[in-house]
Every structure is written in structure tokens, then in C-alpha cells.
């Protein structure tokens, strides 16, 4: 189908209030053309954001909206241009976006993104900086930071499920110009990370084909990875699904086999156990000598587990296409938090009984898939056919690593130009709900990958990629920061938190632990640079050049736009809570049954 060229301003006042489109109505199937100045009326962000609206008008039960009804959808002329709040589902989203993704695409799309090469490259390095203890603490501490932000994060999309998340409640809690700062930051991130798990690909098909032809594979996954983001958000999640079922399905796999290695287990090898945390022992000195030392280690596999565990964040970028959003998003929240955590200690655990922190085969760990402690361990126990199952899970994962970069960068370039903060001309969309012009922009930049056959241009490709390192830390450290703003503005407008849709007493506590913990690590990621005799400036770049890029981001907007901080008695909480209170949800999915009803634990 080609792009809907039905604009918003043929819509009479009357159409819009007694035809609303419910997810199965005519009008959500179509998109709109963006008319310029009906934009400026309805979505004026210059003067104030966060302007409350006034009550919706009744409606006919016909044409109640599934999510949350909206009469006003666009602005009165009689009463001249009105502002809608634009960190509330929009009547624009509400048309031009369709609700495809279910519950379960949610949570298999949380576990997708934090389940990649972290986890079956990347755990040998930790063990070598930490030890098999230090490692295993390290990443129990991230887990306990993952868990303050997937709550916080699933408190706050519930009351305001909207396009773009964080950024968009950014904009409301915090400050317009740290919503803009922290959204373009993504949009970047997002762009550069297509190409670099392109440029991965490459490296990991070669395993197999070493004179394969680069372009080729280029060519291929730059294809099937907009052919993806172009097509119905539903397909996206289905992809996301099944790539998702496959890791776990790995990671269980891998779990067990090394346990079997382990226990002795494989006919010709001897029972290992405990042994490697007794000789080299539990803890590795790094950098430093003596407990010190051992505590550098320990922290070293702190900040690097946090980057093992981005992409769990995702999961409510598309709040507007999802179904039963205030209900959905809270369950995938807490599902995905305890299934990660489950896979990555587990995993840790077992890797650290498989392999000596001191074995040299884990040099530069996670940079093949030879050097995968997985792949170490069964190769010595004989399993010849382990490498290639983990490389072709590994491909897939970087496949599904672009999947969600494009989904997450489009919806938050989409936000941003709801509010003004990017060209109008992002909010096109097909006729089936895809922002188009967004992907196309994403497919532009997805060629840089092309700069990996060439020598020179590699080199200046991946200091752009890690310009915003450090990314995954300020969107959780955003996230936090919205949800303390939030539980801070209903304690001064007098509200009680009963009132939300989804609250847990324990996060006002655990919003602030996680936020300072994000900060800390945040300022002390590249510590190894400032000792003696390890300075290296890609590491330096990759640690901390992003602080003063979003820093820039953030002084911009607010001089260009004259923004400040939102006053906690003028967030429009009253607004976010009325709607919420006259949610509608959609009839609950049928109950599994059979074989699906044994595993559906994973994501239900």
C-alpha cells in the first residue's frame, strides 16, 4: 500500500468528535499528510507544553475510543487555536499510528534487546576482569538497577503510553530542552548502531565464508531490516518474537550444557565444579594490587554489565501501537526484568565455573565467537557443532539489535516532531501506521556501513559510533529522574498514588538508589584511562564524550526556546489521571492452551 495522502484538516469539528476511530475503524487505517498549520494550532509547543486541557466532551458509546477517549482531537475555532497536550496520547497518534503489538511482543521484546553478544560473547571478559565472584556480583548489582528502571519506567509509560516513552515524559516531568536533549541523543545513537551491527554481521558471517563479498551481506541485511521496520508494527513483533524465543531457547541450551561439562557430565571429561573459584580463585586483581585491586575488577564488570543489559528500556517506545498499553506495559516490565536477570545469572554463574579466569583463549573476549566461554568449554569437551549454533544466533541477534534500534529511533523522532523539536515532515505515515519518513531517513544513514571496506573510513566510522557509549546510562538515568518527578509533583498537588495505574510503594526508594548508582557509574566508566600507563583516548571518547554533547543538546534548546523546568504544581497530573480512570481496555487474549500454555511463563 502507498503512503496516505488524507490530510487532517478536512475533518470538521463534528466528524472528529462523533466519528473517533477505534482500532478497527476506517479512519486508523488511513494516515494523514501533515498540514502545517493545523500542527502549529493543535501541537504549539513555543508557548507553554504542558497546558491542561480541558475535560473530554461525552460522545456516543459507538464511538468511545478503546484506549482513552479524546474528543478534542483537534481545536475549536470558535474558542481560537487550542493546545493539546502532546505527553498524553494524541488524536494524531491515536489516527495515524495502529495498535499491532500485544502483551507478549512487549515482554519477548524486552528480552530480545538485552539477551545478544553480551551474553553469549562478552560474559568470558568479565570473568577475566573480575573473577568468577566479582563477576557474578557485578552483574547482580546492574540486575538490581535494571529492576529500579523497569518499574519506574512501567509507572510512568502506564499513566502517559505515548510514542517516544521517556523522552516525550521527559518533556512533561523534567524540562522540554532535557526531553529534547535526551531524544535526539537516541535518534543518534539509534542511527550510527544500524550500521555498526551491519559492519558486525559481516565479521560473523565471514566464520563461515572467509572470502565472502562484504557488500553482499551488506546489501541483505540493510533489506531485510527495513523491509521490517516499513511493514505493520505487528510483523516487527512477530519477528522480535521469535528472535527472542530462539535466544532463550539458546541460552537455556547453553546453561544446561555447561552444567553437563561441568558435573562431568561428557564421556572423556572430568568433573570440574567449584574448582576454579578455589584456584585462580574467586576475585582478579585489576589494575590495581590486593583487595583494592580485587574491588577494581568487581567495578570494572559493573560498568561494562550495564551495556550487557541495554535494550530493556525498549519495550515502551511504541506505547501508542500497543494494545491495552496501561495494562501491558507494567506486565512486560516486571516479566522482562525477572527473565533477564534469571539468564545473565545464571549464566555468569555457569561461565565462571566452566572457564579459568587466568585462561588466555578469553583475550579480547567478545570479539569473536571463538572466544565465547561457551564455545571454549565445548570445544574442549569435543562438541565440534557448538561454534556454529552460536554464530548463527549471534547474526540473528544483531539482526534483531537493528530490528529494535529502527523501531525505537523512528518512534522517538516521530515524538520529537509531535512537539515540535524535528521537521513536521517525520509525522507522515502509510496507511498502515508506519512513520515512513522516519525509516527513510534511518535507511540513509544505514550505507554508512560501507565505509567498513575501507580501512580509513572504518576508523572514523566507529569513533562516531562512540560518541554516545555512554547512552544507555542517560536513558536510564532519564528514566528515573521522570519517575521521581513524578511521585514529587502528586505529593505537591495533594494526589495520591493509589491514583496510578501501576505503583509499587518500594520505588520512591529505589528510584533514587538507582539514579545515583547510574550517575556513579556513569562518571567512573573509564576509570582505567586516568590510571597509570593505561591511558587510551578511545576509551576516554566512548566513557564520557557524551556528557558534554548532552549538555550542549540540553543549553541549546533551552536558550533557542526560552524553556525551564517544570514547576511540580504545573504538571498536568489531574489531566494524565482522568484519563487513565476512563480507560476502556480492549477484551484480555484468550487463554493459552496445549503446548503454547507451558511455555507462555516466558513472557505472560
Not at 504 to 514: D, E, I, L, P, V
Amino acid at each position: 500500500m502507498a503512503p496516505s495522502s488524507q490530510g487532517t484538516a478536512g475533518l470538521s469539528e463534528a466528524e472528529d468528535q462523533t466519528a473517533l476511530p477505534t482500532p478497527q475503524s476506517p479512519a486508523m487505517t488511513a494516515a494523514d499528510d501533515i498540514n502545517e498549520a493545523d500542527l502549529e494550532a493543535a501541537f504549539s509547543t513555543t508557548a507553554s507544553t504542558h497546558a491542561i486541557l480541558k475535560p473530554p466532551a461525552k460522545t456516543s458509546t459507538t464511538a468511545i475510543p478503546t484506549i482513552h477517549p479524546n474528543p478534542n482531537s483537534s481545536p475549536n475555532p470558535e474558542n481560537g487555536p487550542e493546545e493539546e497536550n502532546t505527553d498524553l496520547p494524541t488524536s494524531l497518534e491515536s489516527r495515524a499510528l495502529h495498535r499491532g503489538l500485544a502483551q507478549r511482543h512487549l515482554s519477548m521484546l524486552g528480552i530480545a534487546g538485552s539477551i545478544g553478544t553480551g551474553l553469549f560473547l562478552g560474559l568470558g571478559g568479565a570473568v577475566q576482569d573480575g573473577g568468577p565472584l566479582g563477576a557474578l556480583l557485578g552483574y547482580a548489582v546492574i540486575s538490581l538497577v535494571v529492576c529500579a528502571v523497569q518499574f519506574a519506567l512501567g509507572e510512568v509509560a502506564a499513566l502517559m503510553p505515548v510514542t517516544g516513552s521517556f523522552v516525550r515524559h521527559a518533556e512533561t516531568l523534567v524540562d522540554p530542552a532535557w526531553g529534547f536533549a535526551v531524544g535526539w541523543n537516541l535518534v543518534y545513537g539509534n542511527l550510527l548502531s544500524i550500521p555498526s551491527e551491519a559492519t558486525a554481521v559481516v565479521v560473523l558471517v565471514r566464520f563461515w565464508w572467509e572470502d565472502v563479498q562484504a557488500a553482499w551481506v551488506l546489501v541483505v541485511f540493510i533489506v531485510l531490516t527495513v523491509g521490517v521496520g516499513m511493514a505493520f508494527v505487528r510483523v516487527f513483533g512477530e519477528v522480535e518474537f521469535v528472535f527472542a524465543a530462539v535466544k532463550i531457547a539458546l541460552v537455556v541450551f547453553l546453561i544446561l550444557l555447561g552444567l553437563v561439562i561441568n558435573l562431568g557430565g561428557v564421556p572423556g571429561t572430568e568433573r570440574i565444579g567449584f574448582r576454579y573459584w578455589r584456584d585462580p580463585g574467586p576475585f582478579v586483581e585489576y589494575i590495581a594490587t590486593g583487595r583494592w585491586g580485587e574491588f577494581l575488577g568487581f567495578w570494572a564488570v559493573m560498568t561494562g554489565a550495564v551495556f550487557s543489559f541495554a535494550g530493556v528500556e525498549s519495550l515502551a517506545m511504541a506505547a501508542a501501537e500497543t494494545q491495552n498499553p496501561r495494562e501491558a506495559i507494567p506486565r512486560a516490565c516486571k516479566r522482562v526484568f525477572a527473565r533477564v536477570v534469571i539468564f545473565y545469572l545464571l549464566a555468569v554463574l555457569v561461565v565462571g565455573m566452566l572457564v579459568p579466569s587466568n585462561d588466555p583463549r578469553l583475550d579480547g573476549s567478545g570479539s569473536s565467537v571463538a572466544q565465547s566461554p561457551f564455545v571454549i568449554a565445548a570445544s574442549q569437551a569435543g562438541i565440534s557443532a557448538i561454534p556454529s549454533v552460536v554464530n548463527a544466533v549471534v547474526i540473528t541477534s544483531a539482526w534483531s539489535a537493528s530490528n529494535q534500534a529502527l523501531l525505537a529511533g523512528t518512534r522517538v523522532l516521530y515524538g520529537l516532531a509531535l512537539k515540535g523539536q524535528a521537521p513536521k515532515i517525520f509525522l507522515r505515515t502509510t496507511s498502515w501506521g508506519t512513520p515512513y519518513v522516519c525509516v527513510l531517513l534511518f535507511t540513509a544513514f544505514m550505507f554508512l556501513s560501507f565505509m567498513s571496506l575501507s580501512e580509513a573510513a572504518i576508523t572514523v566510522f566507529w569513533w562516531l559510533v562512540s560518541l554516545t557509549a555512554a547512552g544507555v546510562l542517560v536513558s536510564w538515568s532519564s528514566i528515573l529522574l521522570n519517575h521521581i518527578r513524578l511521585l514529587q509533583a502528586m505529593k505537591r498537588q495533594g494526589l495520591d498514588v493509589s491514583r496510578l495505574p501501576w505503583h509499587n510503594g518500594w520505588t520512591k526508594y529505589s528510584s533514587w538508589a538507582g539514579f545515583c548508582m547510574c550517575i556513579i557509574i556513569l562518571l567512573t566508566s573509564g576509570f582505567s584511562v586516568f590510571t597509570t600507563g593505561n591511558w587510551d583516548a578511545a576509551t576516554f571518547v566512548s566513557a564520557y564524550l557524551d556528557i558534554p554533547i548532552m549538555i550542549t543538546a540540553y543549553l541549546f534548546w533551552k536558550f533557542f526556546r526560552k524553556t525551564k523546568i517544570v514547576s511540580l504544581d504545573k504538571i498536568p497530573l489531574e489531566e494524565a489521571l482522568a484519563r487513565a480512570e476512563e480507560y476502556y481496555p480492549e477484551p484480555a487474549e484468550s487463554k493459552k492452551r496445549g503446548w503454547i500454555r507451558a511455555i507462555s511463563w516466558i513472557w505472560d
